[in-house]
């Protein structure tokens, strides 16, 4: 039985692409791309709107995205492909495998672990200082003599400051701490272990296994650049383009011939630069919802997964939108009140998305937007646009 079934009747698949031009209507969404699947099937997917303003170049589901923090799924399950290879455990130190001692200097005995890279406890603190030196490094990167992990994470590296990291001890609850460093850390570390470039390893062993034929994390390997949708941001009324505005001209390829795997880690942007759509990542969530493994392809065995999506770490009142997580999964009931759901989102530059799923009630939902007239939401994990979307396609989609 095919995976891309489509068994909405004519007259409703119309009257959900009227409430989602609505939606976009209201809230001035630029372009979505959004797919649901229930019991192990694509049952809907549509794309609207501008993939391109300037171009008047419309969304298609040839259209790719930036995705954002969703991107850290796919950093994670390229770690756990190593992990299952018995190359580490998870309560490693890293410092082992990184090639230099990788330590808070605040409690400079204790070691920091793979299971809290995964788990955003590792004490890292990209607040004030802390961000604003991780942007510096991730700005430095894009030149063709990036700095290395260690300039930034060892004392006296020339990118190094103490206020990287926060007070507490790694492994504490209490430290917990979103970081995108932390999946730069990662990906440097999957470099290590299986030496090959981020970008080509997730290609390999994750994308193109899968059927995601369009997505990849290296804007290089796109197949026409015309695809690639523009990020937008509202300011003062206007749409303002920023990333991904490439005008139909592929970017000049940066030379990192001379950069050891390893040594960088932020290369390809692992902390949110996967460029894909909705279609393609319910390819990606399928694997998940199935033990591991979509279309008789498998990217993880069972007893992975169930780790990943175990919960790790959680504490009430956090403040980060984040109550639980597993193994990079974030675990919440605000995507859908009442249901346990797993996923991630992502929010950047003006960009929305998110990929979640219920293990419980085996459904998932997934949007990407290139831009909107966001505000805050009631859930608190998620704003006002992120909520339409959701309360529409699993209102008018999931329960049909």
């Keep these: 039985m095919s995976i891309w079934k489509q068994p909405l009747a004519p007259e409703l698949a119309r009257e959900v692409d009227k409430k989602m031009v609505a939606l976009m209507e209201t809230f001035q969404i630029v372009g979505v791309s959004a797919a649901v699947v229930k019991e192990n099937q694509v049952v809907w997917s549509n794309e609207y709107g501008w993939s391109d303003l300037d171009r008047e170049i419309v969304v298609t589901e040839d259209s790719v995205f930036r995705i954002a923090s969703i991107s850290k799924l796919f950093v994670a399950t390229s770690l756990m492909q190593q992990y299952e290879q018995g190359k580490f455990q998870l309560d490693d130190d890293v410092s082992d495998y990184l090639g230099f001692t990788f330590r808070n200097p605040h409690h400079p005995d204790v070691p920091i672990t793979f299971r809290q890279l995964l788990t955003h406890t590792t004490s890292l603190n990209e ?97 026409d650049i015309n695809r690639l949708g523009v990020i937008y941001s509202l300011q003062e009324g206007q749409f303002i383009s920023g990333v991904d505005d490439c005008k139909g001209v592929m970017p000049e390829p940066i030379d990192w011939s001379n950069v050891a795997p390893g040594t960088n880690g932020s290369l390809f942007g692992p902390q949110g630069g996967l460029r894909t759509n909705a279609r393609e990542l319910s390819k990606f969530m399928l694997a998940f919802m199935q033990g591991g493994s979509f279309n008789g392809t498998s990217i993880l065995q069972p007893e992975t997964v169930e780790l990943m999506l175990s919960t790790q770490w959680e504490q009430e009142g956090n403040d980060q939108g984040f109550h639980a997580i597993g193994l990079q999964f974030h675990i919440t009931d605000d995507f859908i009140p009442t249901k346990r759901m797993f996923g991630h989102g992502g929010s950047a530059y003006g960009l929305y998305s998110g990929l979640y799923f219920s293990r419980e009630e085996d459904f998932g939902i997934i949007f990407v937007t290139n831009g909107s007239n966001a505000s805050d939401g009631t859930r608190g994990s998620f704003n006002n646009v992120e909520e339409a979307l959701i309360d529409t396609l699993y209102e008018m989609v999931v329960k049909k």
């Design 127 to 223: 607040d004030e200082t802390g961000g604003e030196r991780y942007v510096v490094f991730s700005k430095a990167s894009r030149k063709s003599d990036p700095p290395t992990m260690e300039d930034l994470l060892v004392p006296y590296g020339s990118l190094y400051v103490e206020s990287l990291w926060s007070s507490f001890k790694p492994g504490d609850p209490r430290c917990f701490a979103y970081s995108n460093l932390g999946s730069m850390i990662v990906a440097a570390l999957v470099e290590r272990l299986s030496g090959e470039s981020f970008d080509e390893y997730c290609r390999d062993h994750i994308l193109r296994p899968l059927g995601m034929t369009v997505s990849d994390f290296n804007v290089q390997a796109l197949a």
